[in-house]
């Protein structure tokens, strides 16, 4: 039972550069969630699926897309990496809304 | 949106001293508070909830206390030890999770 796996755990893109990040659970949790972390900020919700085949915009959505390709998986999408897209991303899943969320380990992500 | 506001940003304790950690929210829909440990490079891990029908839970060493009618809820660390030296996050939910900015909690030996 590993939980929530997210790959890779680090990146480095270039400005302008494209990249999914791939996260995966084993919980067979309904709902499904994709934060940035920074400094000061604690964690800010990009997007979030509350089932599969539904997506939810978070408090910062801008510059990301996801996919929810099916229960297990929710993929995030950087389609024109920008510097101020350098963050720590967490994705968690829950079993339903509004109970605990279980975090990957994190990619680290920086924007050159 | 939800706001959820976390005070104080950092809190220096003495070992064996207790710790209180304080949020306020806004939306009085949100009825589920769960507490966040995260230590230094990891991914943060529940140590406590509470529903919104429930005013506190305690677990062993950790307690939470809620208050609706003020829209705050707090942490409480009695017997504070080393291991308990991290960053604290706190959260309202309704459907999605909103959280505070986070304390950062060192234990002196």
């Known amino acids: 039972n590993a939980g929530v796996t997210q790959t890779p755990k680090f990146q480095v893109l270039k400005t302008g550069q494209s990249m999914t990040l791939q996260c995966a659970q084993d919980m067979n949790h309904n709902s499904m969630y994709w934060y940035r972390q920074d400094p000061g900020m604690g964690l800010r919700l990009i997007y979030y699926?509350?089932?599969?085949?539904?997506?939810d915009k978070g408090e910062v959505p801008n510059g990301y897309n996801v996919s929810r390709l099916n229960k297990r998986e929710f993929s995030l999408r950087l389609e024109s990496a920008a510097p101020s897209q350098t963050s720590v991303y967490f994705c968690?899943?829950?079993?339903?809304?509004?109970?605990?969320?279980?975090f990957g380990q994190g990619t680290r992500l920086t924007v050159v | 949106g939800e706001n959820v506001e976390q005070h104080p940003s950092t809190l220096s304790v003495q070992e064996g001293d207790s710790a209180v950690i304080k949020c306020t929210y806004s939306?009085?829909?949100?009825?589920?508070f769960p507490w966040y440990k995260q230590e230094l490079g990891k991914r943060p891990q529940l140590i406590i909830d509470i529903r919104s029908n429930v005013g506190e839970k305690k677990d062993q060493r950790i307690a939470v206390t809620l208050n609706k009618t003020a829209k705050h809820f707090s942490l409480h660390i009695t017997e504070t030890q080393p291991e308990d030296s991290a960053v604290y996050f706190c959260a309202a939910s309704r459907a999605q999770f909103y959280f505070g900015t986070g304390t950062s909690l060192t234990v002196i030996p």
């Open positions: 968690a899943s829950s079993e339903v809304r509004d109970t605990e969320a279980f």
């Open positions: 699926s509350a089932s599969e085949g539904t997506t």
């Open positions: 939306d009085s829909a949100s009825n589920y």
